[in-house]
């Protein structure tokens, strides 16, 4: 019975469906080869990849490609603690002061400026809710903008600028790099001792005639605060001896030179700042004033330790 029902049907099945697939078919769809495959691909570039980036790292003396190119993938993959400390657009400014910072002292001067901006971020968010609500905290919730970056980094740029186009050959070639880690250390021991001193200060005194004012009060100065940026100093120039950057009476020429600068800013913030004809004199001309004072003295007090060893 089965056979029968069977019968009549096989004439309506398409004899198509039991033959062989077409040749035109057949070459246009190759079949792929197993041995190849998207992963293959990708792990045999990894090698080349890793002695890109390796080759751009250890570039030296470093060109302007390999500091653009290491700058670049610092960035990429630093970019959320950029983005907890800076806006977009201070983004843009401190990528421009890692490249120069890398073309000029290599990667050991990149991540003395990284530690400076590690430390001084963590110093702005303490107790931000508090500062906040005082008046005194910086704005966009700590994020800084250009014109902090560039004043901050203004005199290490110089620096830079300096040896890169090799001012004064090399017996001025350690001056610079002095001045460089110099500006870094004075500009963190202020960042530090006025937020350690907005957050954790109990009496804050004005530099002129020690008056007692409010906690953020330009020029003002307290003792945990002060205690604060010496010891900010000092960990950041010892940074700066275990990356090679200075030796260690070098370091502790940073370490002098940026107390004296960060006094004489509070003496300006405290005797000139808003006042009348000062108007131009806002928190990022300070910030100038003092680390090129840093900067300068430091250099300034190498000279005069080097001439009186000679005699």
Do not use: H
């Not at 490609?65 to 993938?73: A, E, R, T």
């Not at 603690?81 to 073309?103: K, P, V, Y």
């Not at 300096?162 to 004075?186: D, H, K, N, P």
């Not at 945990?224 to 090679?244: D, N």
Request: net charge neutral; hydrophobic share 45%.
């Amino acid at each position: 019975m089965a056979s029968r029902l069977l019968l009549p049907l096989s004439p309506l099945i398409p004899k198509s469906l039991f033959s062989p697939r077409p040749r035109f078919l057949s070459s246009r769809l190759p079949t792929p080869d197993p041995s190849i495959s998207l992963n293959a691909v990708s792990l045999s570039s990894l090698p080349e990849l890793q002695s890109t980036l390796l080759d751009l790292f250890q570039a030296s003396p470093p060109t302007w490609q390999s500091s653009i190119g290491s700058n670049l993938v610092v960035f990429i993959l630093g970019s959320p603690i950029l983005t907890t400390g800076l806006s977009i657009s201070g983004i843009g400014a401190a990528f421009l002061l890692g490249t120069l910072t890398w073309r000029a002292f290599g990667s050991s001067g990149f991540l003395l400026v990284a530690s400076y901006f590690v430390l001084g971020t963590a110093v702005t968010k303490l107790k931000i809710a508090q500062k906040e609500a005082m008046g005194v905290a910086e704005k966009r919730g700590g994020r800084r903008g250009p014109g902090s970056v560039v004043g901050s980094g203004m005199a290490g740029c110089a620096c830079a600028l300096l040896t890169i186009f090799g001012i004064g050959g090399e017996a001025f070639a350690g001056l610079w790099r002095l001045g460089f880690v110099a500006s870094f250390c004075t500009k963190l021991s202020d960042t530090a001792s006025s937020e350690i001193g907005k957050a954790f200060g109990k009496t804050a005194y004005l530099v002129t005639n020690f008056q007692v004012v409010p906690r953020g009060t330009e020029g003002a100065v307290s003792v945990e605060g002060t205690v604060a940026g010496f010891f900010a100093s000092i960990l950041l120039s010892a940074i700066a001896f275990y990356l090679g950057e200075v030796d260690i009476p070098q370091a502790v020429v940073c370490v002098i030179a940026s107390q004296i600068a960060n006094f004489a800013e509070s003496y300006i913030g405290a005797a000139l700042q808003d006042k009348e004809g000062f108007q131009w004199l806002n928190n990022d001309a300070v910030n100038v004033i003092n680390i090129s004072t840093g900067t300068v003295l430091a250099v300034l007090m190498q000279e005069v330790l080097l001439q009186s060893l000679n005699q």
